[in-house]
């Protein structure tokens, strides 16, 4: 093995997010009370600093550490998007932290570290390294969601989601150790070369696929390893199921490239049926009990889990047109969902969480532009145009017909007129219900300012949406 220390430039804004993380937890320690607010804004400049990172260095692309990390375009997309997520959702969870008691400098750590993880997970072309950067991010979300101690209902979800999670790891690691076994190899290039060569038992590795995807689901958390996700959603603090929801999701996406994809792209017969199987019941089950939901957390999970099954019906075409689609679903939901926990914070407070859908009665007597809000980021997640969820839906119906799965297109399409009806209910209830409450909707400047950015860009994205889906078709070109 030949290192040069030029090497490590491909790996810079990981290695710079490590020391600032280093830093935090140093932070932590010896500054007391002005710690947690030190470690926002230190946590902040990170984020703000490794996006330039990686924004300087686009266009250059190339292989560290003896090939087992990646710099690519679809690395330097989803890098850029996991920063710029991370850094709104630092700032939406500022005021939420600080009205609860949470408002702690290990929430940034915890925050800083599992950045790092998701783009380690990013930038892996080696099973270990995916492994790494999988369980960095795992055990910082872990301890996330048992942030708050006082409450039962957040440990009860801490346990499972560690419970679960951990079952998850295990199935993925071995799936990674049959495939090793069938191809002498752990090295994603490599496997893909074994694999094409037909060097591997096929059966051998069909049955290590089998683990894989499973291991995928749990993370993505697709029916029917879906059982985690709801309980988690709601029991842990708003503030870290936003988290949850939005760039986890992003470098499962391309844990799930680099895998099938890249990895094993000439065994697409083996994944596609076990992928297509799980895109119709996470459609399926996702849409029709989000409609019993009464808790909008709960609603929002059970969305998310409609949405997984969405984002596999571009994957499990097997096409750069697929590919390309489904990337640009995980962006737009990693927006549409920004806005949506964005919203819960804005409208809870001290002592109240805005969680139940009645909660949110008359909100457009109360307030007409959070409403306004709510209702184009609820018109987003049904898939009504022009919003940009609607151009979501559109790419990847479009990338399954093209390779002739029409019965797959037509459950997707049933399935999304089905989604409407509960995203359509909170426009009912904002709109057409008396309130229930009086209480004036406070927050600070920013977060005003940034939700409705957030908000405003979904719809913008939505009428213009071509410069979107353009990127994402060049990153598979």
Partial sequence: MMFQVTDMIFALPEMFMLGMACLLLLVVAFMGKNGPTASYWLSQITLLATGVLIYQ???????????????????????????????????????????RGLFKGEYYVLAIFATLGMLIMVSAYHF???????????????????????SKIATEAAMKYFILGALASGMLLYGMSIIYGATGSLSIPNIAAAVMSGSGDVTVLTFGIVFLVVGLAFKFGAVPFH???????????????????????????????????EGLGSLQEHWQGMLIMLSILSMIIGNLVAIAQTNIKRMFAYSTISHVGFIFLGILAGTAE??????????????????????????????FEA????????????????????????????????????????????????????????????MSVVGAFYYLRIIKVMYFDEPVATQTVEASFDMRLMISVNVLAVLGLGIFPNALIGLCARVFA
């Fill in 57 to 99: 260095a686009i266009g250059v692309e190339g292989q560290t550490f003896d090939g087992t990390y990646i710099k690519d375009t679809l690395s330097d997309v989803l890098k850029l998007s996991i920063c710029m997520i991370n850094v709104v959702v630092l700032l939406y969870s500022r005021s939420y932290l600080q009205a």
């Fill in 128 to 150: 270990l390294t995916l492994y790494l950067g999988l369980e960095l991010l795992s055990l910082c979300l872990y301890a996330m969601v048992a942030m708050n101690r006082d």
């Fill in 227 to 261: 059982m985690w996700l709801p309980d988690v959603y709601h029991g842990a603090p708003t503030a870290v199921t936003l988290f949850i929801a939005t760039a986890p999701k992003v470098a499962a996406f391309a844990l799930t490239i680099r895998i099938l994809v």
């Fill in 322 to 351: 697929g590919y390309s689609a489904a990337m640009f679903y995980v962006i737009v939901y990693a927006l549409m969902s920004l806005g949506g926990f964005g919203m819960i914070i804005l409208m809870s407070r001290s002592g």
């Fill in 355 to 414: 969680e139940n859908i009645t909660d949110y009665q008359g909100l457009s007597r109360r307030n007409p532009w959070y409403a306004f809000l709510m209702l184009l980021l609820m018109f987003s997640m049904a898939g009504v145009p022009p919003m940009i969820g609607f151009y979501a839906k559109l790419e990847v119906i479009n990338a399954i017909v093209n390779v002739d799965l029409m019965s797959v297109a037509i459950v997707a399409i049933l």
